[in-house]
């Protein structure tokens, strides 16, 4: 074998590399034309599916050809034959998986889906393609399948037994899932006390970020057995009761009045409450030191609750001592005679 047939091989795979990147700049420009075009369409996941596999494409074709124009023999010629048919599948695996996560994330981040946008979800989707592509190349390289399948089931029950832990979380954050009781987005509170927004359920955790921006990571099984409080279930509005306690000289009519005055404000001004909704009074109890009442506004979410009971705090004592209404506080009375024995003279 000469070297300038060497050398004109190298070349003719260089130009089929150089095709290639060709024919994939004016494919990804065309569709980069029909994205412009087409707002929200789904052409950008094959424009992002097909980055590099053209090019890779060509340079297979240019090797092909350029082992008939040097006629290599067996059994070279077909090891190589084989080598190519396998790169040829893992580029289309490539691509099946690059569409196939895309897909998936595309609709997992679409509210009208009713798909939880999770790892989890997506990391089952890769494994799922990695295991064909896995299958096909041992198809393509003659390896019977069966024997394969058979020696993976076996394994498989010896790792299941090592990693039930493990699988214990991933089945039980599958559970999670199929319920959609919790979702990412959701404010919870767990049993011990625990609080804040789902971030993300993963193949083994389940991640809750609280409102001091700290994280916290639940084992999918634990959480699965722990009783949970969802604020997002069956709506993300809730009510905002707020304590509150007056003298018993009050006016209850008069306080009745004001203090819903104030109440609406909060609820017109603040942000996060819902505008639509009118605060309620209602009196409860008759308390040591006056008369127990509370006050119910609406919020949007949980994270508004706060600032709504913030509010109508500092407004309410505010319009209280302008208006003359006590906000008694605990006080007890001693009633009885007192004798004092003072000591002696002298002593």
Known sequence: MSWERVLTGVLVVAAAGAVGWLLEQG?????????????????ELFRKALRGLLTATGVLVGILWLLEWLAV???WRHRVHQALLVLGVLVGAVFVYRLAVGTVKKLLHQPESGIPAVSIIANLVRLGVLLVAALVVLQVLGIPITPALTALGIGGLAVALALQDTLSNLFAGLQILA??????????RLDNGDEGVVQDISWRNTLVVTLAGNTVIIPNSRLANTVVLNYQIPQPSLSVLVPVQVAYTSDLERVERITLEVARTVQQEVNGAVREFEPLLRYQSFGESGINFTVILRAEDFSSVALLRHELIKRLYRRYREEGIEIPFPHRRL??????QLPPKGA
């Open 27 to 43: 494919v990804r420009w065309s569709l980069q034309w029909l994205i412009r075009r087409l707002e929200g369409s789904w052409v």
């Open 73 to 75: 023999g067996d059994p």
């Open 179 to 188: 319920a959609r009781q919790i979702r990412p987005g959701d404010f919870v």
């Open 335 to 340: 009633e009885g005679s007192l004798s004092v």
